[in-house]
């Protein structure tokens, strides 16, 4: 299994990349357009594709296939993005996919 942070730049470019793939592109945009701007929505139909793009990247970097390696993954990433900007960049680009960008204003509210 994956234990070594340098790995995770490569790993998140690959998951990148697979998203991005015409077959993935298509499902993820259908998804998308049916969610609309309804985040419920979004959890609904774009996160458990981007989950299963995810699953399938994985596993070729020695994680356990299923829930069991999404839940390793998600941990070695919240762990090395706090110290490595480049795996928070990347993860940042893999989970805008799935969420909207959020705006928060920066004017004191009265």
Known sequence: MLTEGFELPALLSSVL???SLPENATKLGEAKDNAGND??????????????IEMDVIKNYGF???????????????????????????????????????????????
Do not use: Y
């Open 17 to 19: 990349e697979a998203i």
């Open 64 to 110: 356990p296939e299923g829930r069991e390696g999404i839940v390793h993954f998600a941990q070695a990433i919240r762990t090395l993005e706090r110290e490595d900007p480049e795996v928070a960049h990347l993860h940042a680009q893999v989970r805008a996919h799935f969420l909207p960008p959020v705006a928060i204003s920066t004017e004191p509210s009265s």
């Open 39 to 52: 985040m419920l929505k979004m959890m609904q139909f774009v996160f458990p594709i981007v989950m299963q």
